[in-house]
């Protein structure tokens, strides 16, 4: 099993900027791939940014291309989300997945991952 937990939310003006953290425990060996994925009230759960754990490839969704950028730390099993330029748009849960990689990875879709954290609350106030 792999534990996740993520911290770094809260709220912030539109134009801010704020940095997510997700820390992995247990048997972390096993993670092949990481991301974030977020879901606002009244909306389905949707893909935000993704990166592979040995490589270090990057996926991320349109809309946040330019604004997002997902990095890794190895040594502490932590993902970041470092995200600029917010817009009352991004206001949602943010969840961190981790996949196992059994099969071929689909970095954008939510049953890929195997591992959910609880969630962090965004607000963008505009």
């Known amino acids: 099993q792999v534990q996740l937990v993520e911290s770094g939310g809260g709220l912030v003006q539109a134009g801010g900027s704020l940095r997510l953290s997700c820390a992995a425990s247990?048997?972390?060996?096993?993670?092949?791939?990481m991301g974030w994925f977020r879901q606002a009230p009244g909306k389905e759960r949707e893909f935000v940014a993704a990166i592979r754990w040995s490589r270090g490839a990057t996926y991320y969704a349109d809309f946040v291309k330019g604004r997002f950028t997902i990095s890794r730390d190895n040594a502490n099993n932590t993902v970041l989300l470092l995200m600029n330029t917010l817009k009352s748009e991004d206001t949602a849960v943010y969840y961190c997945?981790?996949?196992?990689?059994?099969?071929?990875?689909?970095?954008?879709?939510?049953?890929?991952?195997?591992?959910w954290g609880q969630g962090t609350q965004v607000t963008v106030s505009s």
């Open positions: 247990g048997r972390t060996f096993s993670v092949y791939a």
């Open positions: 997945a981790a996949d196992r990689g059994e099969g071929a990875y689909s970095p954008t879709m939510s049953y890929e991952y195997d591992y």
